[in-house]
């Protein structure tokens, strides 16, 4: 067969047959585009080419193992047989623009908390909790008013976070929420106003005054500590760092709420067992998925251009998952530009 008729019969193959052809023949053959993937069908081995011709014919002659094939004219249409090998047609592609539509400021409306984050807030009262939600979801509302509610009862609040500049972006926003008279922050670098009821700190530096206490070095005025926050929670599981926030709740003070905040938690209903077996209260754990402000996701080439990452505007999960074919152009040509032409 010339080039030229094998062309010819991979153009009229639908996309997947064609990577059903290229499966072990050509590599990351599931990020080209149909022309491409033609191209480097046709600029195989001669023995490869071969093997093609001989699967594509065995494809032709039984059009009832290959359901997606365009049927002859006078074939008499037939149910389709189920599926094994190729998989589904992809959802047509959405173009930048769709991506985008709809992205904007919200319409203005009356604050009114979320349930889950009344929730939190009541049990707050009497047990620990933690709250393990997504991103941008809510949780700040949380923390503030259960440090509001600590305030009103005249107890002291440490807030903790892994990170220093999370530390001092937390003591902005609580000095304009509460006054700056009643936040301080101890960091290894920072050493403000500590004897403000609101105290902010590294992980590190609140588990290590938790073991000078345990050990009567300091008067840490541990009878009036209310709530204890413990921002990015998911720490616990971090192979270094994990012991500390382990330690910080094994030694938090029997009368102080613990406030854990995470948006990725793998095992929250695990944690949350294992503070109620350690502590002296239950701990209750909010748990869901509910994203209010939808991620949408984007390729963003380093030529400048972007794409939309997905077929579809709905992030895809899990197995075959549709790359973009605009993405996937972009991304073989990079590629190609950053690794040398593929081998073949
Ligand atoms: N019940 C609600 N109704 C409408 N908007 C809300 C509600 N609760 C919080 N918000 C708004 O949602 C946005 C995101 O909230 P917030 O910063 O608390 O998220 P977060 O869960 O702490 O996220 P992150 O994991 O990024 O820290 C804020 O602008 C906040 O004002
Ligand atoms: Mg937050």
Same mark, same amino acid.
């Given at each position: ?34 022309? &491409? ?29 290959? +359901?997606?094939?365009?049927? $002859? ?5 037939? +149910?389709?047989? +189920? ?8 959802? $047509? ?102 004897? /403000? ?54 030694? /938090? ?42 991620? &949408?996701?984007?390729?963003?080439? $380093? ?42």
């Amino acid at each position: 067969m010339t080039n030229d008729v094998l062309a010819k019969q991979l153009a009229g193959l639908p996309v997947k047959l064609l990577h059903h052809l290229a499966r072990k023949r050509v590599p990351r053959h599931f990020r080209m585009g149909k022309n &491409r993937l033609i191209q480097t069908l046709l600029a195989l081995s001669p023995d490869q080419q071969a093997e093609i011709e001989t699967s594509l014919a065995s494809l032709l002659q039984e059009p009832a193992r290959s +359901p997606d094939l365009p049927k $002859p004219p006078d074939t008499p249409s037939r +149910p389709s047989p +189920p599926r094994h090998n190729v998989p589904a047609e992809p959802a $047509p592609a959405i173009s930048t623009k769709e991506l985008f539509e709809g992205i904007g400021v919200p319409p203005q409306r009356p604050f009114k908390p979320d349930d889950w984050q009344q929730e939190a807030i009541n049990h707050l009262a009497t047990n620990d909790v933690i709250l393990s939600v997504p991103t941008g979801s809510g949780k700040t509302y949380v923390a503030l008013e259960a440090m509001r509610r600590a305030i009103e009862a005249e107890q002291t609040i440490i807030y903790t976070s892994p990170l220093k500049a999370l530390s001092n972006t937390k003591l902005t926003e609580f000095s304009q929420t509460f006054g700056s008279d009643q936040v301080g922050i101890l960091t290894g670098d920072r050493r403000d106003n500590p004897q /403000a009821p609101i105290l902010i700190m590294t992980t590190e530096i609140l588990r290590n005054l938790l073991y000078d206490a345990a050990s009567g070095e300091i008067d840490m005025r541990l009878d009036t500590l209310g709530l204890i926050i413990l921002d990015e929670s998911q720490f616990l599981a971090d192979r270094e760092r994990g012991v500390v926030w382990e330690e910080t709740i094994i030694f /938090a003070p029997a009368q102080s709420r613990l406030l854990l905040l995470s948006a990725s938690i793998g095992n929250p209903d695990e944690v949350a067992a294992w503070i109620s077996s350690i502590r002296s209260t239950s701990c209750h754990l909010i748990h869901h998925r509910n994203r209010s402000v939808p991620l &949408r996701a984007a390729y963003l080439d $380093p030529s400048g251009k972007l794409a939309p990452f997905f077929r579809t505007r709905d992030i895809a999960h899990g197995k075959g998952v549709a790359l973009h074919p605009e993405t996937k152009r972009l991304f073989a040509n990079y590629e190609d530009r950053t690794l040398g032409p593929r081998k073949r």
